[in-house]
């Protein structure tokens, strides 16, 4: 059983918006903070946004502020990315992760292509 579970991606043109869906296995999903990174061909994962278990804290990277918006459902074990006015340099394997203290948990990515 696989823990987290991504999907939405796809191929989308510059401008326009993808949303990318992550559902966990644990039902202590609610006790995690939750995390997207991306990694396209050739680069370091990076962190792209974070969002507290409580959703009292949301942190995105510089190259997505403003643009995309980090969101979570507990009830629904259920955590999303939406992601509005996307570029070429958006491409890349998006990941949703999980966090709490030394437990951690990663899903095995969703393909996200921006074509211009």
């Known amino acids: 059983q696989e823990e987290l579970v991504e999907s939405g991606g796809g191929l989308v043109q510059a401008g326009g918006s993808l949303r990318l869906s992550c559902v966990a296995a644990?039902?202590?999903?609610?006790?995690?903070?939750m995390h997207w990174y991306r990694q396209a061909p050739g680069n370091q994962r990076e962190l792209v946004a974070s969002?507290?278990?409580?959703?009292?804290?949301?942190n995105y990277s510089d190259s997505v502020k403003g643009r995309f918006t980090i969101s979570r459902d507990n009830a629904k074990r259920k955590g999303y990315l939406q992601m509005n006015n996307l570029k070429p340099e958006d491409t890349a394997i998006y990941y949703c992760?999980?966090?709490?203290?030394?437990?951690?948990?990663w899903g095995q990515g969703t393909q996200v292509t921006v074509s211009s």
């Open positions: 644990t039902r202590f999903f609610g006790a995690y903070s």
């Open positions: 969002i507290t278990s409580g959703s009292n804290i949301r």
């Open positions: 992760n999980i966090r709490k203290g030394e437990s951690e948990f």
